[in-house]
C-alpha cells in the first residue's frame, strides 16, 4: 500500500505543478493588478468596455469553432468509417499518409493554404483574388488541419466495437442500422471527444485568426500581452470567456464519459471491417479525390511557390516558375534548416521542436495515462481529472504561456533553461493525450483486473501487467497526437521562450508576417520532409503495436 499512496501522492504534486499551481498564479497577479509598461489589472479598460469586449470576442470565437465543426466532423466520421471498418481499397496507403500528416503543424498549414490562396502571397495559385479570407478562411484553414484528427481519433473508436454486438444485431437490422445503431452508438465516445479536440484546438489558437485578422479571444489575449499590457489586460480578456467555455467543456466531458460504455470481454481486440460490395470502387475514387484535394492543394501551392524566382521589382518584373529555382530554394533551406541542427541541436529551430517536444509529449502521455487509470473506479480523481481538464482546454494559448512565466519566472534555473519549455508543452498537450487515453483505459475488461487481483497482483502491479499493454496501441497515439500538439504549439512558447533556444514555429511564424515568398516556401517543404521522416516511424510503430494488440 506504500507503494500506492506514495504514486498518488507523486500525481498530486505533478497535477499542481502543471495546472494548480500555474492558474493560481494568474489569478493572484490580475486581482492585485500586475501589468507591463503600460498598465493593466483585472479592470483594465478595453477598445470597446470592459463589459462589453470580452462577450463580442467570445461570440467570434464560437463562431468559427462552429463552422469549423460543421466542416471538419461530418466528413471526418464518413472518412473514418471507410478507412476503419471497410474493406475500402488503398485504404492502408491513405492511413500512411494522413499518419505523415498528422504532424503537421498549424503555421505549415497556414503556409501553404493561405500562402497560396489567401492574403500572405502577392499572387495567388489559381491567378484570381484571394479566396480563404475572413472567417471562412480562418474556419476552412482550421477545418483541413482539424481533419486528420478528427479521422484518428473515430477510427480508433469504431475498431473498440465488439464485433459480437454487430454481429448480433445485423441478424435483426440491415446493415446500415446496424452501423447507426450499434457501431457508431458504441464508438459515440470518440466521436465527442474528437468534437471536443477540434473545439479547445480552434479556440485555443491564434496563428490563422492573427494572420486573417479575426478577433477571437485567444487572438486578443495575445495581442493584450504582447503590447505590454500585461497579465492584467490579458486576463480581463480571456477570463470571461474561459468561464463560458469551462463550462461548456466540463458538460461535454460528462457527456463523453456516460456516452462511453463499460467493453464487454470479448474474442477480438478489433472489430473485423465491413465488405461494401459493389460501392466499394466508387467509395475508393470520392476518398481518394477528397483527401488529394485537401492534402494535395497546400503541397502544391508550396511547390509553386517555392519555385518561383528571379523576379526583380525594381524592374518590374514578376517571378516565374522553374525547377531549377525549385531546387535552389530547397537546397538554400536545407542549409539554412538542418545547418544549424547538426551543430548545436538542442540550441536549433530543428532540436528545440523535435527534442524537447518529444520530451514533453512522453511526460504528458505519462501524466494523462496516470490520471486515466486512478479515475477508472474513483469518482474523487474522476472529478479532479475532468476538472483539471476541462480548465487546461478552456485555457487559449497566450493566456497559458502567460501562466508558466507568472508561475516560474523567480525560479531561475528553471526559467531560463529548456526545461520550462519542456514543461509548457506537458501543459498544453496533456489534455489531448487524456482525450484519447481515456476511452482506452476504461475499455479494459474489469475480468482480467479482477482475474489479476486474484492471483496476488497489487494495484501497481495491475496496471503495469494488464492495463499497460491492453492500451499500448492507445499510448502511442495519444504520444503522437501530444507531439503533433507540441510541433505546433505557438503562442504560449512564444512567451516563455528561453534564450538561446526556439522551435520552429516561432520561425515560420516570424517569417510569415512577412508574406509567402519562396525563401518560407523553401523552408516550409524541407520542414514537411523532416516531420514525414518522424512520422513515419511513428506510424511504423502505431502499425505494429496495433497489429501486436490484434494477434493477442
Request: charged content about 10%; overall charge positive.
Amino acid at each position: 500500500m506504500t507503494g500506492r499512496y506514495l504514486a498518488r501522492t507523486v500525481l498530486v504534486l505533478a497535477l499542481f505543478a502543471v495546472v494548480g499551481w500555474p492558474m493560481l498564479a494568474t489569478i493572484l497577479a490580475a486581482v492585485n493588478g500586475e501589468s507591463g509598461p503600460q498598465g493593466g489589472g483585472l479592470m483594465t479598460p478595453l477598445s470597446d468596455g470592459a463589459e462589453v469586449r470580452p462577450w463580442r470576442l467570445l461570440g467570434e470565437t464560437l463562431r468559427i469553432v462552429a463552422t469549423v465543426e460543421l466542416m471538419a466532423v461530418p466528413l471526418g466520421i464518413f472518412l473514418a468509417f471507410l478507412l476503419f471498418r471497410t474493406d475500402l481499397p488503398g485504404r492502408r496507403f491513405w492511413l500512411i499518409v494522413l499518419a505523415l500528416v498528422a504532424c503537421v503543424p498549424m503555421p505549415l498549414y497556414a503556409t501553404g493554404w493561405l500562402g497560396g490562396f489567401g492574403n500572405l502571397g502577392r499572387s495567388q495559385v489559381f491567378g484570381t483574388e484571394p479566396i480563404l479570407v475572413g472567417r471562412f478562411g480562418a474556419a476552412f484553414v482550421h477545418a483541413a488541419a482539424s481533419l486528420t484528427w478528427i479521422i484518428w481519433i473515430v477510427g480508433v473508436g469504431l475498431r473498440l466495437v465488439e464485433p459480437e454486438l454487430e454481429e448480433s444485431a445485423r441478424l435483426d437490422l440491415p446493415p446500415w442500422r446496424v452501423v447507426t445503431t450499434v457501431t457508431l452508438r458504441r464508438a459515440l465516445a470518440a466521436i465527442l471527444g474528437a468534437m471536443l479536440a477540434v473545439a479547445v484546438l480552434t479556440a485555443g489558437d491564434m496563428t490563422v485568426t492573427d494572420l486573417l485578422r479575426i478577433r477571437t479571444y485567444a487572438e486578443e489575449a495575445y495581442i493584450q500581452f504582447g503590447i505590454g499590457n500585461g497579465p492584467g489586460a490579458a486576463a480581463a480578456t480571456a477570463l470571461p470567456p474561459l468561464g463560458v467555455l469551462g463550462v461548456c467543456l466540463l458538460i461535454g466531458s460528462r457527456w463523453i464519459i456516460h456516452a462511453q460504455p463499460a467493453r464487454m470481454l470479448t474474442r477480438a481486440t478489433h472489430a473485423q471491417p465491413w465488405r461494401i460490395g459493389r460501392w466499394r470502387i466508387a467509395a475508393g475514387v470520392v476518398v481518394a479525390i477528397v483527401l488529394a484535394v485537401l492534402l494535395g492543394l497546400p503541397f502544391y501551392a508550396l511547390v509553386w511557390r517555392a519555385g518561383r524566382v528571379h523576379g526583380d521589382a525594381r524592374l518590374g518584373i514578376p517571378p516565374h516558375w522553374s525547377f531549377t529555382g525549385l531546387i535552389g530554394t530547397l537546397r538554400t533551406a536545407l542549409i539554412e534548416v538542418i545547418g544549424p541542427f547538426l551543430r548545436r541541436p538542442l540550441h536549433s529551430p530543428l532540436g528545440g521542436s523535435l527534442i524537447l517536444g518529444g520530451a514533453g509529449a512522453t511526460l504528458a502521455v505519462a501524466f494523462a495515462w496516470c490520471l486515466a487509470w486512478v479515475s477508472r473506479k474513483s469518482r474523487i480523481w474522476s472529478t479532479i481529472t475532468i476538472s483539471s481538464a476541462c480548465v487546461a482546454l478552456a485555457v487559449p494559448g497566450p493566456v497559458a504561456g502567460m501562466a508558466m512565466l507568472l508561475a516560474y519566472h523567480r525560479i531561475f534555473w528553471l526559467y531560463n533553461s529548456s526545461a520550462i519549455l519542456i514543461l509548457t508543452f506537458v501543459v498544453r498537450t496533456w489534455t489531448y493525450a487524456l482525450l484519447v487515453l481515456w476511452p482506452a483505459v476504461r475499455a479494459v475488461p474489469q475480468e482480467l483486473l479482477e482475474a489479476a487481483e486474484l492471483d496476488g497482483e497489487g494495484p501497481l502491479r495491475r496496471a503495469w501487467s494488464v492495463g499497460l499493454p491492453l492500451t499500448r496501441g492507445a499510448i502511442a497515439l495519444a504520444w503522437g497526437v501530444a507531439f503533433v500538439v507540441a510541433l505546433g504549439e505557438l503562442p504560449a512558447a512564444a512567451l516563455i521562450m528561453p534564450p538561446g533556444i526556439s522551435t520552429l514555429t516561432s520561425r515560420i511564424w516570424d517569417l510569415l508576417h512577412i508574406g509567402v515568398e519562396s525563401r518560407l516556401a523553401g523552408i516550409a517543404l524541407v520542414t514537411l520532409g523532416v516531420f514525414a521522416i518522424v512520422s513515419s516511424v511513428f506510424a511504423t510503430g502505431c502499425i505494429v503495436l496495433m497489429n501486436r494488440s490484434r494477434k493477442g
